[in-house]
């Protein structure tokens, strides 16, 4: 039964998609423009599903933080249509027309950005990543399947609703934005295999579902979400620039995927910048897992200015572990070798920084660093969409292939070749 | 064993590969003059093991063609050294930096093109495949993990072996290049698990190995080389320009995945072209698989002429089928409308082409066909990376996923965010 519907919310999609690639930009706005809206006037059902969903994930004794995840009020709901006003002040990237050129024999020859066609997305709580990334697949001209978590169960199909109606009434497709409202979990492997039907999976969520979607997915996946970033304070780092970069990194807001992970401070800088930045750290309430030198120099310093650092010995797992909360590791390196070498070593290809003031140093890394993000004296929370200037994300890729870093909209295409003859031939 | 041997190829690529990214142009241009140089050197070498490859295959009962294709010799090994120093005349993708501009905070960002790491191929017969592949992998500063047909083991070898030393010889990581010598066919199995060490699987075969590909690789698959490509010979095209067209499409090279399958003709204009390409499909030997409106108008005129035509009844399997031989399958459709599904329906998307002079029928057709290549009043068989402008290819790509239609060296890239900054912290 479940196969059956899966199978047919896969057929329906592919048919909207077809639609969705020719809709005018003028067309999918007067959509999104009306989904802001629909959140607005459909504010009393949306947040009386949404309590609902709430109240059994306490019951369920879900923590307070993934409750507020979850949650969903009044400003909530304007920020959210606020959002999907802003998708629609973005550039079209379909019909973008690439390296249109005349070849020697008379041929023009260039490439169309045209969609993708249909995106399957699985995540998790966050009712708010419903209406994002619809609103993103219907500006790239995409059709979506999405699957949600099923704690956000009637609050997704309450929004869903307001989506659906919103498209219909621009003279969208509504088929276009396909909901999976069971709840099993067998549902996941089952999208896995629908190669036919779904162009893109995007998982978002733990590394796990990651793992499991890039391992049994048969068709392409852009992943990405884990997040174990490095700052390498290096010899010749400016310490005030540096300890405001690294505190900003891991306390601006610990429980992002660019949130820093392990602090790496070069040897000769480390009896200067360490006790900086416990200084600050002991303010926020960051513990620090430390390597044999960083614990023993920061110990010294600790005790005696009389601080109270949260101060541990780190163990093996803490390097290159994605803390998501106020935790960093520290190690104190020996060279800019040896932290290049760990970053390699350890890292998840997400976002890496360096703090100095020695140019070549800031080259190599930036050269050298094989990761989505790769700063230099900044901090590793700019890794965003958003900052980088693509106006929205469907997620961000730690992968090479197609998409690397924050995903936007033209991430959300592909392209076509177009060529125009007047009867050409090619000779033998 | 062969899980060990496997394993270690893997990890040596991977280490060569972090060699590899970060040559210059000047030292890769030089190892693809010694590799050019080396072809022409080793000639007795190569050509002496790729004759014992002949042999066998010819006692095994391998067809002519399937002789010929596997077949070297001393031109051939000409062109292929003037093809490895066409790839070094290429601009080189790495380093392109792609959009760099300042952020209002002052925050410079921009990304910077890099090699995607170890490419492995799996392919058959063709030898010249060795060459052209790590010509492309080598230039884009990617390390290669080859894995040739069992036929061709003794020629792959010898020619790796050249690769291998002109590799050295230009101071560039002889590993980058890894052959797999086993012709075990379980190695193709392990391969597809190995995504720790292989960033991008390209297979080049056969309907089934792509297949059998795709539903099983744990990593990222460039997937191509099945066209079953149509050309609509719309009720406004030009006589004259159709039939060279069409003619070209099917006879120039009939084996290649470009060249065309179907022929599609408007009811209207079938009585005037349908005869026009009957006359000179009969001169090239094309057998012509026609529906039935097709048939009997051809058959009626064959009659009428005393022509020799070979004409068929089609099997409704002739529609979509690839049949790189001199055949085509022909039907006759009623409008733009019904050419648009069929080819929607039965297109492998790959390459498909309209004739006429109606503008709105060609501003249609390029806009509704969803396939690598669509064109208008041109041969499906320019759908070629020199063609294109590429200068070579890697593959022809008929997915929509990261590269679409021919692959040169900038679809064997990837690109990073780098962000310079000046001590930048992110607002809350």
């Known amino acids: 039964m479940a196969t059956i519907t899966l199978e047919s919310i896969g057929q329906v999609a592919r048919v909207?998609?077809?639609?969705?690639?020719?809709?005018?930009?003028?067309?999918?706005?007067?959509a999104l423009s009306n989904i802001a809206q629909g959140l607005l006037d459909e504010e009393a059902a949306i947040l009386s599903a949404n309590a609902a969903d709430c109240a059994d994930a306490e019951a369920a004794g879900l923590s307070a933080a993934m409750v507020d995840r979850l949650m969903l009020n009044s400003q909530r709901l304007q920020a959210m249509a606020k959002?999907?006003?802003?998708?629609?002040?973005l550039p079209d990237p379909v019909g973008e027309v690439i390296d249109m050129h005349t070849l020697p024999n008379g041929l023009i020859v260039g490439r169309r950005r045209v969609p993708l066609g249909v995106i399957?997305?699985?995540?998790?709580?966050?009712?708010?990543?419903?209406?994002d990334i619809s609103s993103l697949c219907l500006r790239s001209g995409n059709a979506v399947i999405l699957r949600g978590g099923s704690e956000a169960l009637r609050s997704n199909q309450a929004l869903v609703k307001v989506i659906r109606r919103a498209l219909g009434a621009a003279g969208a497709p509504e088929d276009s934005v396909q909901f999976v409202d069971n709840p099993q979990r067998e549902l996941v492997s089952q999208m896995l295999e629908m190669r036919e039907y779904i162009d893109l999976l995007v998982p978002r969520g733990g590394a796990q579902l990651i793992e499991f979607v890039a391992r049994n997915a048969t068709m392409p996946v852009v992943a990405g979400?884990?997040?174990v970033c490095h700052t390498f304070v290096d010899r010749a780092a400016d310490v005030e620039k540096g300890v405001a970069v690294v505190n900003n990194a891991k306390v601006r807001r610990p429980t992002i995927c660019n949130a820093l992970d392990t602090l790496l401070v070069h040897v000769e800088i480390a009896p200067l910048f360490l006790p900086a930045i416990a200084r600050e750290w002991g303010k926020a309430g960051v513990e620090m897992h430390c390597d044999r030198r960083a614990l023993s120099l920061l110990e010294g310093v600790a005790r005696r200015e009389g601080a109270d650092w949260k101060l541990k010995a780190a163990r093996p797992e803490d390097f290159g572990f994605e803390f998501l909360a106020l935790v960093a590791a520290v190690r104190v390196v020996d060279s800019l070798e040896e932290a290049l070498e760990h970053i390699q070593r350890y890292g998840s290809g997400h976002s890496e920084a360096?703090?100095?003031?020695?140019?070549?140093?800031?080259?190599?890394?930036?050269?050298e660093v094989d990761a989505a993000a790769v700063y230099v004296n900044a901090s590793t929370q700019f890794t965003d969409g958003g900052q980088f200037g693509l106006g929205a994300e469907v997620g961000i890729s730690t992968q090479k292939f197609h998409a690397r870093g924050p995903m936007g909209l033209r991430e959300m295409t592909s392209y076509k070749w177009i060529i125009m003859g007047n009867g050409h031939t090619r000779p033998l």
């Open 354 to 367: 360096i703090i100095t003031e020695d140019y070549s140093a800031a080259m190599r890394f930036l050269d």
């Open 225 to 227: 979400g884990v997040g």
């Open 16 to 30: 909207a998609s077809q639609k969705m690639a020719h809709l005018s930009t003028t067309l999918k706005n007067q």
């Open 83 to 89: 959002d999907v006003r802003a998708v629609a002040a």
């Open 120 to 131: 399957g997305v699985i995540y998790e709580s966050r009712p708010n990543v419903t209406v």
